[in-house]
Structure formats: structure tokens, C-alpha cells
């Protein structure tokens, strides 16, 4: 016959047991799947956080939850310091805790989104992630320019870690068929989105890459030839391909905006539909974070950033055709003085 005394320890022991093994439970439920931000100066934040926090996700995003941010993106943007403030109290309605650094929100992430709006500081925010060994999603622009980029994927491959950047128009509605091959070999294709300027960036990098982004996923890497038009309200940005294919951009800022494009393919020539939201995205950097495999190749970032690059050269010199192959290799030989190992 059990004692009192050993009766009371009995059922502590147990209550002790029970209390570890719910934590154990909820530690390995969420290991490995602890989310930082860095940079909470971006809508695109408050949009994953709603996202990936939602208790009513189930396992839509795999249980990756966003745990910790740091909120310090932009520093002289005035359009996007001003969103820190606000965009750090809502982020808290989520769970999300809020750190004082870089440094300190590490070691309490086992990934990290870097949404910093200024991709100006890409680079400098970029580096001690991947020392740490983390995976990592870069929000667009990957930099504010291509020698940035170059350097950023030179620093993942020194410390082995796979990172990848993208827009969310990637995945417009109907790009998905295109992709599949519905309307057979894409021989050519027009995109065009909103292109506000900010004269702290090139100019189809702070908001017209989504456009230009839509443009190469349909038609691939490839682009030797970059040609500007430009007017006080639009863009057109012609590349040619080296197979002869033709793709353009058109970037609005006057009149109504929206995104969309055309794709002349073999069989069909499809209209793309409207902006699909951010969650095709999302769902791709969860699978990233899983797997490490990257959905979207550094060539293609690269070529991206090169078009745009290539496009404010053509614009400089009145709408004349730029090498984009000689666009790179002069970011390339710029980017190597930005690393130190």
C-alpha cells in the first residue's frame, strides 16, 4: 500500500512528466520552423505575418510560424520609415516579438525573411545571416544593384547557404499554364506593372521589377539586348533574346495601374490575369525553408537585375541597345571589392 507521502510525490512526478512532455511536444512541433524578419518598413511583413501567424493555417504553410522581427529597414526613405512605427505595433497583435538588433534576433530564428525596403542595405543586413548559417528569402529588390546582388550570392555560396529573391508577380494568375506549356513554346511576351520612381534606387528597381519580373518568368534567361523608351508617365523596356525572341516591358505611372501582360506562345497567344496575392509565394519560400531547394535560379535573378541595369544605361545614352552580357561583367568585377572573407 502506497504511502501518503509517496503518493503526493507520485502524482507531482507525474504532473512534472506530463508538463515536460507538452513542452517537449510543442519544442518539436516548432524545431527547425522559427521565422525573423528583418525590416518592418514593408506591407509585404504585416502581410506573411498575418499569413504564416493565422492559427487557422493548419499545415497550409507547414507550421512555419514568424517568432521574432527587427524592425529597422530603411533609414532615409522617408515613404517607408514612417511605416516602422505602425507596422511594429501590428506585428505584435501576432505573436511576433520585437528585438533590437540583427544580432540579437539570430539565435532565436532557425529562418529569416529580409524585408528591408531599401535594398540598399540588403547587402549589410544580408551578411551576418548567412554567417549564421540561416535560409534565407530576400524581398525584391534581391539589391540596389547588380554588383550587390552578385555579392550576397558570392557570400551564400562561401558559407553554404541557399537563398533565393523574388517578386510575387511571378506567380500572376495564369503564369502557372504558361509554365506548364499550355500555349506551347512562349516565342514572345509583353508585361507592364505600376513604376513608381524613388531616387534611391535605378529605376525599375524600387517598384517596376515586378513587371519585369512577370517578363522573365515567362520567357526565360537569355537576354542580350536591352532598349529604353522613356516619358514622363511610362516605360518601355524591349530586350531581345539570343534565340530572337522579343520581350518588353512596360512600366505606368500615369493614368489607371494594374498588372497583367500577354504571352504569344506557338499555340495561343494567353492574357495574363491579375495579381494573385502574396500566398503562391509564401508557399514557395516554405518549401524553401524545408527543403533548401531554390525555386527561382541565381541566373535568372542576375539577368533580371542585369535587364533592369542595362535599361537606365539605354536611357543615359537616348535609347540606344545595351549589352546586358557587358552589363554583367562590369557589375561582376565591381562586386568582388565588396566582399571580404
Given amino acids: 500500500m502506497i504511502s501518503k507521502r509517496n503518493f503526493i510525490k507520485t502524482c507531482v512526478l507525474a ?5 515536460f512532455g507538452a513542452s517537449v511536444m510543442a519544442q518539436s512541433k516548432s524545431e527547425g520552423k522559427r521565422v525573423g524578419i528583418i525590416g518592418l518598413d514593408t506591407s509585404h511583413s504585416i502581410a506573411f505575418a498575418k499569413a504564416l501567424n493565422d492559427p487557422a493555417a493548419g499545415e497550409q504553410f507547414g507550421g512555419y510560424k514568424i517568432v521574432a522581427a527587427y524592425p529597422k529597414g530603411s533609414l532615409d526613405i522617408q515613404s517607408s520609415v514612417e511605416r516602422i512605427e505602425g507596422y511594429t505595433k501590428e506585428i ?6 520585437i ?3 540583427i544580432e540579437e534576433l539570430l539565435p532565436k530564428v532557425d529562418v529569416v525573411l529580409l524585408e528591408t525596403n531599401d535594398g540598399r542595405r540588403h547587402l549589410e543586413q544580408a551578411l551576418p545571416v548567412l554567417k549564421a548559417g540561416k535560409r534565407m528569402f530576400i524581398d525584391k529588390p534581391m539589391a540596389a544593384s547588380l554588383a550587390d546582388a552578385m555579392a550576397i550570392f ?3 555560396r562561401h558559407y553554404q547557404v541557399p537563398i533565393f529573391s523574388a517578386s510575387s508577380l511571378r506567380y500572376i494568375k495564369g503564369m502557372d ?3 506548364k506549356g499550355a500555349g506551347g513554346k ?4 509583353e508585361a507592364f506593372s505600376p513604376c513608381k520612381l524613388d531616387p534611391s534606387h535605378p529605376d525599375f528597381f524600387w517598384y517596376g521589377i515586378h513587371g519585369v519580373e512577370t517578363l522573365f518568368t515567362a520567357m526565360g534567361t537569355g537576354c542580350q539586348t ?3 523608351l522613356t516619358t514622363e508617365g511610362t516605360d518601355v523596356a524591349v530586350g531581345t533574346w539570343n534565340d530572337g525572341r522579343i520581350g518588353s516591358f512596360r512600366g505606368l505611372r500615369a493614368g489607371k495601374t494594374s498588372y497583367g501582360g500577354t504571352i504569344y506562345g506557338e499555340k495561343e497567344i494567353t492574357t495574363l490575369g491579375s495579381y494573385n496575392g502574396y500566398n503562391p509565394l509564401l508557399s514557395e519560400i516554405v518549401k524553401f525553408f524545408q527543403t533548401g531547394v531554390v525555386p527561382v535560379q541565381e541566373e535568372e535573378t ?3 537585375l542585369a535587364f533592369m541595369e542595362a535599361a537606365d544605361l539605354s536611357k543615359k545614352k537616348g535609347g540606344v541597345p545595351v549589352s546586358v552580357k557587358e552589363v554583367m561583367e562590369k557589375a561582376e568585377k565591381e562586386s568582388k571589392k565588396k566582399l571580404k572573407f
Fill in 15 to 19: 504532473g512534472a512528466m506530463v508538463v
Fill in 92 to 97: 505584435q497583435t501576432y505573436g511576433v516579438e
Fill in 99 to 101: 528585438v533590437g538588433s
Fill in 154 to 156: 558570392e557570400a551564400a
Fill in 177 to 179: 499554364e504558361i509554365k
Fill in 186 to 189: 512562349v516565342l514572345g511576351a
Fill in 226 to 228: 536591352v532598349v529604353r
Fill in 302 to 304: 542576375l539577368e533580371i
